[in-house]
């Protein structure tokens, strides 16, 4: 069996070193904001981002709006010559697991509105900016739900067709789109780029590399919800390690995990994106998966994976799934893996590409 030491790592504190921990965690990560904004002024960290809003270009407006009581923190991007009297589609774009809306969700999101479209994209309740607590609550259900509350709020906004309404969702987040416009058909057209699929991903792990586990994790799971309620101590897993070496980070057992820990932990690092979860999430992770009710996506689809990456089978077996959509295609991006789509050239160019001709031909 492989060694997933690197992977999965479980914290266990008492709630004094916790709260000692929490707090100089807070410290450094304001600490890490404040640098980050002499260089962004929005923390943006994805290649070509924009550093200040320009009349006749993309602008970048920050908002917040509540969701279920909980602060929802967002970027929403306008086209070129933005006029409020006029009407634009509107496009939601989720982000990945452990991401935030200023690294992959962003670019696209900002990509996608240079050719037109109006576009938002938030941190999910419980992390990155928006609020919640305990913080990284990681469930199916509130994420589902994020991405119908983003349609909630740019559907109002100034200029927005709310007939036209599109979803876009990256790894994780892709998973939670189709979800989301299985039952709410006010998105009209549903796009993913390497999807992965959370429940099969925390139940069997990566091409079912943690089935033996599972029981175990479960376990954990039902401990650490029993002393959160007793206590108010909060327990985490961390599927992907922090403080490991280069070195370390390099003998990881899949491509997808060494680059992950490349792109999150060194080229587009950023205070808010962390990939731990609670432990007290880990039950509805593993009852949830996106192919369930699949016969109730009716709108159109577009799927698109690199041809390299290791959660490739996710896509193929939910495309497969995929029976009363009115139009579906599975594009394949060739020799970009899961990483290399969120950033790297010419696989971005040619993912924009596609989602640019499926929006505008469905939106």
């Known amino acids: 069996m492989k060694d997933f030491r690197f992977w999965i790592l479980v914290t266990v504190t008492s709630i004094f070193s916790f709260k000692v921990s929490a707090q100089a965690k807070q ?35 920050p908002v917040t709006y509540k969701l279920h009581n909980i602060d929802i923190a967002a970027n929403v991007y306008t086209p070129p010559n933005y006029d409020p009297s006029k009407k634009y589609a509107a496009i939601v774009v989720s982000h990945p697991n452990g991401g935030i809306k200023e690294q ?8 996608l509105a240079e050719i037109g479209y109006i576009t938002i994209a938030a941190d999910a309740s419980y992390q990155g900016a ?11 259900s509130n994420r589902i739900e994020d991405i119908r509350g983003m349609a909630d709020y740019i559907s109002t906004y100034k200029g927005v067709d709310a007939n036209r309404i599109g979803a876009f969702g990256v790894c994780g987040g892709a998973g939670y789109a189709i979800k989301a416009a299985q039952s709410d058909k006010r998105f009209k057209a549903i796009a993913t780029l390497s999807l992965l699929n959370s429940g099969t991903m925390r139940r069997n792990g990566l ?11 479960l376990d954990q799971a039902a401990e650490a919800r029993a002393l959160e309620a007793k206590t108010g101590e909060v327990r985490y897993f961390y599927p992907l390690a922090q403080g490991i070496t280069d070195a370390e980070a390099d003998k990881l057992p899949f491509e997808l995990f060494r680059q992950m820990y490349y792109y999150y932990y060194k080229s587009h690092k950023h205070p808010n994106s962390t990939f ?57 991006i060739n020799g970009a893996t899961h990483i290399e789509t969120y950033w790297k050239q010419p696989y971005v160019s040619e993912a924009m590409d596609k989602l640019n001709a499926f929006f505008k031909k469905n939106l």
């Open 207 to 217: 091409m079912n590399s943690q089935m033996s586990t599972i029981q175990q994790r």
């Open 27 to 61: 410290d450094d990560r304001t600490a890490q904001l404040e640098a980050l904004k002499k260089i962004n002024q929005w923390t943006l960290v994805y290649e070509n981002a924009i550093t200040e809003n320009v009349p006749g270009k993309v602008n970048i407006h």
């Open 104 to 111: 992959v969700a962003g670019s696209y999101a900002q990509q």
């Open 276 to 332: 731990r979860y609670t432990m007290s999430s880990l039950p509805e992770l593993v009852s949830f998966d996106v192919n369930t009710n699949m016969d109730l996506l009716t709108q159109p689809l577009l799927m698109m994976a690199g041809s390299k990456a290791d959660t490739f089978y996710m896509s193929g077996e939910i495309f497969h799934n995929v029976t009363n959509s009115k139009e579906k295609e599975f594009y394949v």
């Open 130 to 140: 928006s609020g919640g607590l305990p913080r990284n609550v990681d469930r199916p």
